[in-house]
C-alpha cells in the first residue's frame, strides 16, 4: 500500500525503464484491469490517453505531492 493509498502508476524515479503499477490499497484485483490498460497506454504511447494519471505518478512523494489520502479518484 502506497503512503497515500492511492495505487503507482508509471516510471520509477531514478531508474531507467522500469515501471511501476502497484500500491492499490487491497483494491489491486478490482483495478488491475483498468491500471494494465494504462500502464501499457503509458509505455507504448508515452502517456495514458484512457485517463488522466498524473495523480498516480510514482515521483509524487518525492515531489512532496502525494494525493489527499480522502480523495476519490
Given at each position: 500500500?502506497?503512503?497515500?493509498?492511492?495505487?503507482?502508476?508509471?516510471?520509477?524515479?531514478?531508474?531507467k525503464?522500469?515501471?511501476?503499477?502497484?500500491?492499490?490499497?487491497?483494491?489491486?484485483?478490482?483495478?488491475?484491469?483498468?491500471?494494465?490498460?494504462l500502464?501499457?497506454?503509458?509505455?507504448?504511447?508515452?502517456?495514458?490517453?484512457?485517463?488522466?494519471?498524473?495523480?498516480?505518478?510514482?515521483?509524487?512523494?518525492?515531489?512532496?505531492?502525494?494525493?489527499?489520502?480522502?480523495e476519490?479518484?
Amino acid at each position: 500500500m502506497s503512503p497515500d493509498k492511492h495505487a503507482l502508476l508509471g516510471l520509477a524515479p531514478n531508474v531507467k525503464n522500469f515501471y511501476l503499477v502497484n500500491g492499490s490499497s487491497g483494491h489491486g484485483v478490482m483495478h488491475a484491469p483498468a491500471l494494465g490498460q494504462l500502464l501499457a497506454e503509458i509505455i507504448l504511447d508515452g502517456k495514458a490517453s484512457t485517463l488522466d494519471t498524473h495523480s498516480l505518478r510514482p515521483a509524487r512523494f518525492a515531489e512532496g505531492q502525494p494525493n489527499d489520502a480522502s480523495e476519490l479518484l
